[in-house]
């Protein structure tokens, strides 16, 4: 991951979902763990629609489930349906990204995509799984993604049509070896494959979500949300994506109140500075709270 990215995500879940400076990749640490402070941060299970969402590749969702963190075989079975031929692919994960969300909306009375939640956080559970996620090699220096390396990386046994989960149990694969340093996975290229999957299924892009009941979605005007900075027809053109998601990201409410959040405010402005974004003062948060699955959790404001 370049550096670049990787300041952005650490940053924005210490901010939003731990005690500033660190969080916990599960749900709010002991005393012990995350200090006095540490423990007023509800982690990354606790962050629903600040930095964790619907529709995720392998786990429920939180209203549809009752928790967004243990695995379910049968998605993971999907993903596997979807990239025959033993490996998994961004394209193979792209298609499978878009059946999950058509299946949230169909069985999901609450399913919600949020600005940044959905629009940016989404893609990056599918399209990380291939670029973080594929062994490396000489022979295939741009990373192959092969069923033995995914059930190792998610802890999952058996064969496909047997798969069994084992809890916890995910793991580094043997003799696997991380993509190059000299290409790091950076915004940038990040960007770009959040813009491709989104010209492939325009719905991607749809702020809102299921009214209470099944089949139910309803979007939000990108426009009415942004107070006319940005719309949907232009999301797509140049950089309004980028400048979109990003400083929607820190809009989000933290879990902790410790003043000005200047490392957040510092990451993100190192990203949207080259994009040349226009400035973003504030979201018009009564354009989401038609949505169930937001207003149990609202995030901004």
Not at 121 to 131: E, G, K, L
Not at 157 to 164: A, H, Q, W
Not at 183 to 207: G, I, Q, R
């Amino acid at each position: 991951m370049g550096p670049q990215l990787a300041l952005f995500l650490s940053v924005l879940g210490g901010a939003l979902d731990g005690d500033l400076l660190s969080w916990s990749i599960g749900g709010t640490p002991s005393l012990a763990q995350g200090g006095l402070t540490g423990v007023l941060g509800n982690g990354l299970i606790g962050s629903h629609n600040k930095y964790e969402g619907d529709a995720s590749p392998t786990r429920p969702d939180l209203y549809e489930a009752g928790n967004n963190y243990k695995t379910v075989v049968s998605q993971f079975q999907e993903l596997i349906n979807r990239s025959p031929g033993g490996q998994v692919t961004l394209d193979s994960l792209t298609a499978f990204r878009s059946d999950r969300f058509d299946t949230q909306i169909k069985n999901n009375p609450n399913f919600f995509n949020g600005p940044f939640s959905g629009i940016l956080v989404q893609p990056a559970a599918y399209t990380f799984i291939y670029r973080f996620m594929a062994n490396h090699s000489a022979e295939h220096p741009e990373g192959l993604l092969d069923y033995a390396t995914i059930q190792s990386w998610f802890g999952i046994d058996g064969t496909s049509g047997n798969y069994k989960a084992a809890q916890g149990a995910e793991r580094i694969p043997t003799n696997w070896y991380r993509r190059a340093l000299e290409y790091p996975y950076e915004v940038d290229y990040f960007l770009v494959d959040v813009l491709n999957a989104a010209k492939l299924h325009p719905k991607f892009l749809n702020v809102g979500g299921n009214l209470g009941k099944t089949n139910s979605f309803a979007g939000v005007d990108v426009t009415d949300l942004t107070g006319g900075l940005f719309n949907s027809a232009d999301l797509l053109k140049g950089n309004n994506l980028g400048c979109f998601v990003y400083q929607l990201s820190a809009q989000a409410k933290p879990d902790i109140l410790l003043g000005a959040l200047n490392k957040l405010t510092d990451a993100i402005g190192s990203i949207i500075g080259p994009l040349g974004c226009p400035q973003f003062r504030a979201i018009d948060t009564k354009q989401l709270q038609q949505f169930p699955g937001y207003s149990q959790k609202p995030v901004y404001g």
